[in-house]
């Protein structure tokens, strides 16, 4: 079953990490979105699933193993909310997000 997250309560936690502030190096974590499909790439030798996450602050290309996630093509992609912890890798324009974990969560907005 999916969790939910009460996104009023998720954001004043201050387990939400924002895309902007984030540098090489940081680990980070948080309730982002992702609005188009991954593809599939292949990171230092490692298949792995591509795909640009956001949030209100920005956006950031991010990769997780294959392996790592249980990734269900749909014909019908909407976006999607998920929760990820990851750690940033790179400079400038060029940060990427290594992702540990990635859940997909339903949110409440109220």
């Known amino acids: 079953m999916m969790q939910t997250i009460v996104a009023r309560k ?24 992702l609005r188009q499909r991954p593809t599939v790439a292949t990171v230092q030798g490692e298949l792995c699933y591509s795909l640009w996450v ?9 990769t997780i193993p294959v392996w790592k996630t249980a990734w269900q093509e749909d014909g019908n992609f909407k976006s999607q909310h998920l929760l990820i912890k990851a750690y940033a890798v790179g400079d400038g324009s060029r940060l990427v997000g290594r992702i540990n974990s990635m859940e997909p969560v339903h949110v409440v907005w109220d």
């Open 54 to 62: 956001e949030d209100l602050t920005g956006r950031l290309q991010c």
């Open 10 to 33: 998720f954001a004043l936690s201050g387990q939400h990490d924002h895309l902007a502030t984030l540098a090489s190096g940081l680990h980070f974590h948080g309730l982002y979105t």
